[in-house]
């Protein structure tokens, strides 16, 4: 079982940075992928972005794309999801989540069975 504990998130001016934490515990393989989506208020959940811990390969939606950036502290087990350049569109509860998806499946939020607790970022104009 895989545990994941977010942090970060918060209010910013469009524009504006902010960086969102995700500490990873549990049992984990070069085939998890750890994954961020967003979900706001009445939408479906949204795929961001991915990263492979075997591969180190990232992946992003074309809507944060050039925009957001994901990283990791080895040391520390710990992903983050660098985001610049925020939009109001960007607002919505922010999620990481673990799982072993297929490369063509990275995107699909069903292919992760742990998740995060959730972080709100809100992007006023």
């Known amino acids: 079982q895989v545990q994941l504990v977010q942090s970060g998130g918060g209010l910013v001016q469009a524009g504006g940075s902010l960086r969102l934490s995700c500490a990873v515990s549990g049992r984990t393989s070069s085939n998890t992928a750890i994954g961020w989506f967003r979900q706001d208020l009445g939408k479906e959940r949204e795929y961001v972005a991915s990263?492979?811990?075997?591969?180190?390969?990232?992946y992003y939606a074309d809507s944060v794309k050039g925009r957001f950036t994901i990283s990791r502290d080895i040391a520390k087990n710990t992903w983050y999801l660098e985001m610049s350049n925020l939009k109001p569109e960007d607002t919505a509860v922010y999620y990481c989540?673990?799982?072993?998806?297929?490369?063509?499946?990275?995107?699909?939020?069903?292919?992760?069975?742990?998740w995060g607790q959730g972080t709100q970022v809100t992007v006023s104009p």
């Open positions: 989540a673990a799982g072993t998806p297929i490369l063509s499946a990275i995107s699909r939020h069903e292919m992760y069975n742990s």
């Open positions: 990263i492979r811990r075997g591969t180190n390969i990232p």
